[in-house]
């Protein structure tokens, strides 16, 4: 899920995550030190993101299922039955069967890099939809996808939900989006989840919730440093922080040096000041302009526009 999970790993003669490695020794060489919020998610990680889902200040998943709950007729009538479901990123793919109920869909399939955990939720799914075909593939999907060939005659409707187009950076979202509309090919839709701009009280709570299950899953990429690339990281001298950034409409996530560090990874040494931070995250909000300026740079045209009864979340619905 995610900027995230989304290259294959290529291991070097320790077993080491080459990209990983890389991405972190050049990240921490930079002036803003950042490490790509892509490899928050090794297992850990991942089920860390599940656990925020349920925090009470971490409102998006909330948000977005009552949208797929009360929005099941307008689904009906404006994507209609008889598409092939595409979900990038499906991971889990807890909020499809809501979709898949509302639009009689004539097959379902799911996009994902982590194979094993794809081909689970798949039988799950395929469990829960007797008679609906489910053809899971295991596909990076930030490059164009071949789609398999017993769904290349129907017309598809892709489904990206989560407001993961959030994570990436602009240029990044619509190479992404370009990317999906040469997956689907013509006459498809989208229906994409993207969060809103709010009161950053809000959203900084959203980040920094009181349980720490945010800062945990910030705080476990050090970890992850530590354990996979010979890290000696003090992680207890690390603060997660939630800033909102005002001028790019986003939360970032930031690790901070709570006194003057050294450390190393990989054989490489490494200095931190005091407030110092790595950036690890970005989560952009949108409101309707940027999110129809987004899609339109994309490929896609924006057609319907649903929010939550809070006004915290959208699902847009978009064509090719
Ligand atoms: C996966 N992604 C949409 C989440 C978000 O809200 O940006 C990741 C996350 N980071 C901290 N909390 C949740």
């Not at 039955?81 to 793919?93: D, K, L, Q």
């Not at 790019?248 to 450390?263: K, Y």
């Given at each position: 899920m995610s900027e995230a999970g989304l290259a294959y790993v290529e291991l070097d003669e320790e077993g080491v995550n080459k990209a990983f490695r890389q991405d972190v020794l050049e990240g921490l060489a930079q002036r803003q030190k950042a490490v790509p919020a892509?490899?928050?998610?090794?297992d850990a990680g991942s089920q860390l993101f599940e656990d925020i889902t349920d925090?009470?200040?971490?409102y998006p998943t909330r948000a977005e299922r009552e949208i797929l709950e009360s929005r099941q007729q307008d689904f009906a009538r404006l994507i209609g039955p008889g598409r092939a479901v595409v979900e990038f990123?499906?991971?889990?793919?807890?909020?499809t069967p809501l979709l898949l109920g509302a639009i009689d869909p004539a097959a379902y399939v799911p996009l994902d890099i982590a194979g094993d955990f794809l081909r689970a939720a798949a039988e799950d799914l395929a469990a829960k939809f007797p008679g609906l075909p489910v053809y899971p593939v295991e596909a990076d999907f930030m490059k164009p996808v071949k789609l398999p060939k017993e769904v290349a005659e129907l017309p598809k409707l892709g489904f990206f939900p989560?407001?993961?187009?959030?994570?990436?950076v602009a240029r990044t979202a619509v190479d992404l989006l370009r990317s999906m509309r040469e997956t689907l090919g013509d006459g498809s839709k989208l229906l994409i989840g993207m969060d809103l701009i709010k009161d950053p009280d809000v959203l900084i709570a959203a980040y920094d919730d009181s349980r720490g299950i945010t800062a945990e899953f910030n705080l476990n990429l050090a970890r992850r440093i530590n354990r996979e690339l010979g890290g000696t990281i003090p992680v207890d001298r690390l603060r997660h922080v939630a800033r909102w950034n005002d001028t790019f409409a986003r939360i970032e996530m930031h690790l901070e040096a709570q006194e003057d560090l050294e450390f190393e990874v990989s054989g490489r040494r490494f200095a931190m000041q005091r407030g110092e931070t790595i950036h690890t995250e970005n989560s952009h909000k949108f409101d309707r302009r940027s999110q129809y300026t987004l899609l339109l740079a994309g490929g896609w045209t924006p057609e319907e526009r649903w929010l939550d009864s809070g006004d915290r979340f959208s699902l847009i619905l978009a064509s090719a």
């Amino acid at each position: 899920m995610s900027e995230a999970g989304l290259a294959y790993v290529e291991l070097d003669e320790e077993g080491v995550n080459k990209a990983f490695r890389q991405d972190v020794l050049e990240g921490l060489a930079q002036r803003q030190k950042a490490v790509p919020a892509r490899w928050l998610y090794d297992d850990a990680g991942s089920q860390l993101f599940e656990d925020i889902t349920d925090v009470p200040e971490y409102y998006p998943t909330r948000a977005e299922r009552e949208i797929l709950e009360s929005r099941q007729q307008d689904f009906a009538r404006l994507i209609g039955p008889g598409r092939a479901v595409v979900e990038f990123g499906s991971g889990s793919s807890v909020k499809t069967p809501l979709l898949l109920g509302a639009i009689d869909p004539a097959a379902y399939v799911p996009l994902d890099i982590a194979g094993d955990f794809l081909r689970a939720a798949a039988e799950d799914l395929a469990a829960k939809f007797p008679g609906l075909p489910v053809y899971p593939v295991e596909a990076d999907f930030m490059k164009p996808v071949k789609l398999p060939k017993e769904v290349a005659e129907l017309p598809k409707l892709g489904f990206f939900p989560g407001s993961t187009i959030g994570n990436m950076v602009a240029r990044t979202a619509v190479d992404l989006l370009r990317s999906m509309r040469e997956t689907l090919g013509d006459g498809s839709k989208l229906l994409i989840g993207m969060d809103l701009i709010k009161d950053p009280d809000v959203l900084i709570a959203a980040y920094d919730d009181s349980r720490g299950i945010t800062a945990e899953f910030n705080l476990n990429l050090a970890r992850r440093i530590n354990r996979e690339l010979g890290g000696t990281i003090p992680v207890d001298r690390l603060r997660h922080v939630a800033r909102w950034n005002d001028t790019f409409a986003r939360i970032e996530m930031h690790l901070e040096a709570q006194e003057d560090l050294e450390f190393e990874v990989s054989g490489r040494r490494f200095a931190m000041q005091r407030g110092e931070t790595i950036h690890t995250e970005n989560s952009h909000k949108f409101d309707r302009r940027s999110q129809y300026t987004l899609l339109l740079a994309g490929g896609w045209t924006p057609e319907e526009r649903w929010l939550d009864s809070g006004d915290r979340f959208s699902l847009i619905l978009a064509s090719a």
